[in-house]
């Protein structure tokens, strides 16, 4: 089955510091990744939507500026968390469709976030 | 907007056993698919079986199986032989048919294997 990717497992970082997290499709092209966040014994929520070369859509209540989502490439879509704060601690997972109507998901493997 | 309703957070079963997970639904939608997810304690996301609304009959994937009634948007797991590897937390989810839009999942179910 298809592969994706998803880098680091898990990070550490401190308050008011950047983090990337990298979201790649290692045998297929992705033309639309979904990321989620899912907080401790909960639920998985969409935070946003990105389609290659444009804009992503984000779900209401998350914040763009704070979560930079870029999809510059077919296989590569990239979730920046800037200025993290403890709050932003979180699992955050991302996934790929692929097939004919992009009816096919795949899920990445997970980044937990700790901001100290 | 769809909403996704598990309505038992927690189950219990005993090896060898039949265990149903209840999961329901709401969408103007008539075209949609509906997804079980299991996810371990690696939290993996596990695709466990898939249902297209249009299709009448029930997935089945081995010991698992569904029990779609469309009409009542209820979407029922039925996992037969309960095996240990089991464990895990089951999450329904729900998504358009056209691949624009991401999933929409219900809060899960901890599914407890007593040996």
């Known amino acids: 089955g298809a592969v994706v990717s998803q880098h680091p497992s898990w990070v550490i970082c401190k308050s008011g510091t950047s983090v990337k997290i990298e979201c790649r499709s290692l045998?297929?092209?992705?033309?639309?990744m979904f990321w989620y966040r899912q907080f401790p014994k909960q639920s998985l929520m969409l935070m946003a939507t990105?389609?290659?070369?444009?804009?992503?859509?984000?779900e209401q209540g998350v914040e763009k500026d704070k979560f930079l989502i870029n999809h510059a490439s077919l296989t590569l879509s990239t979730l920046t968390v800037t200025s993290a704060h403890p709050e932003d601690s979180s699992f955050y997972i991302c996934?790929?469709?692929?097939?004919?109507?992009?009816?096919?998901?795949?899920f990445g493997s997970g980044t937990q976030l700790s901001v100290l | 907007a769809q909403t996704v309703t598990q309505s038992q957070p927690e189950m219990s079963v005993q090896e060898a056993e039949t265990v149903t997970l209840s999961c329901t639904y709401d969408?103007?939608?008539?075209?949609?698919?509906l997804f079980w997810y299991k996810q371990p304690p690696s939290r993996q996301m596990i695709l466990v079986i898939r249902?297209?609304?249009?299709?009448?009959q029930n997935a089945t994937e081995n010991r698992f199986s569904v029990n779609f009634q469309k009409a009542a948007k209820s979407f029922s797991l039925k996992i037969s032989d309960s095996q240990l590897g089991d464990a895990a937390m089951y999450f329904c989810?729900?998504?358009?048919?056209?691949?624009?839009?991401?999933?929409?999942f219900g809060k899960g179910t901890h599914l407890i294997i007593q040996p």
């Open positions: 996934s790929a469709s692929s097939g004919v109507g992009n009816e096919k998901l795949f």
């Open positions: 045998d297929f092209q992705a033309t639309t």
């Open positions: 990105s389609n290659e070369g444009s804009k992503a859509t984000y």
């Open positions: 969408t103007s939608e008539s075209d949609y698919y």
């Open positions: 249902q297209e609304a249009y299709k009448q």
């Open positions: 989810a729900y998504r358009t048919r056209g691949g624009a839009d991401g999933l929409t």
